[in-house]
């Protein structure tokens, strides 16, 4: 089991630009969640998916969006790119109808913005 | 509002020292609270949870909803377990994680 993939692993970006970061979930696991960690900080809940829907949403502007496939994967998308969105971005899968289930961490990809 | 609050940022220990790092929390009914941990170079992933009632690599959180705390502690520290620790609770049915701002704990030789 390769637990939860992320990729690309790193990313250089310019200002204005949108970027998609992708995530494959632990295998057996239905429900994808997104955080953004910026340098010192804990991560920062953005969103959550399941049934290909988002279910739950943080304090993020409608510039971060995302998807979710049939097979479960997601992507994360960031339109017109500021500064303030260079951070190490984590993927969580859990298993809904799982009582308090435990997030499995992506190794995050590392996204600078120039 | 709810939040939780890891008061201190560094903890630097010697091996063999007792280690207790802090967690406070602010939140309406029961939260169920993890401890995650982040060694160098490696993934975020569980530590612990408190309805576990379970001992991890010698580390124990117990869960005072009287002073809202669910501070991790470990009587010998070790040099591996230096890392970056984070607290949070989970809220809702739906496996929302909010973290702490995290501590990190060095063990010294």
């Known amino acids: 089991d390769a637990g939860v993939t992320q990729s690309p692993t790193h990313l250089i970006k310019t200002r204005g630009q949108q970027v998609t970061l992708r995530c494959s979930p632990k295998?057996?696991?239905?429900?994808v969640s997104w955080y953004q960690q910026a340098l010192g900080q804990g991560p920062q809940f953005i969103f959550q998916?399941?049934?290909?829907?988002?279910?739950q949403r943080g304090n993020f502007p409608d510039r971060f969006s995302g998807h979710q496939f049939p097979n479960y994967s997601s992507e994360l998308n960031v339109n017109a790119l500021l500064l303030g969105d260079s951070a190490l971005y984590l993927c969580?899968?859990?298993?809904?109808?799982?009582?308090?289930?435990?997030?499995?961490f992506g190794n995050g990809t590392r996204l600078t913005v120039t | 509002a709810q939040r939780v609050t890891q008061p201190e940022k560094l903890l630097s220990v010697f091996k063999g020292a007792p280690v207790e790092l802090k967690c406070n929390y602010s939140y309406s009914g029961s939260p169920e609270l993890f401890w995650y941990v982040q060694y160098s170079r490696q993934r975020l992933q569980l530590l612990l949870r408190?309805?576990s009632r379970e001992s991890i690599k010698g580390f124990t959180a117990d869960l005072n909803k009287g002073e809202t705390s669910f501070h991790l502690k470990k009587p010998f520290a070790q040099e591996e377990d230096s890392a970056m620790y984070y607290c949070a609770p989970l809220t809702g049915a739906n496996s929302k994680l909010t973290f702490g701002k995290g501590i990190t704990l060095s063990v010294r030789p």
């Open positions: 408190h309805i």
């Open positions: 969580a899968s859990s298993r809904d109808r799982v009582i308090n289930s435990p997030l499995h």
């Open positions: 998916y399941y049934e290909e829907e988002e279910r």
């Open positions: 295998s057996g696991h239905d429900t």
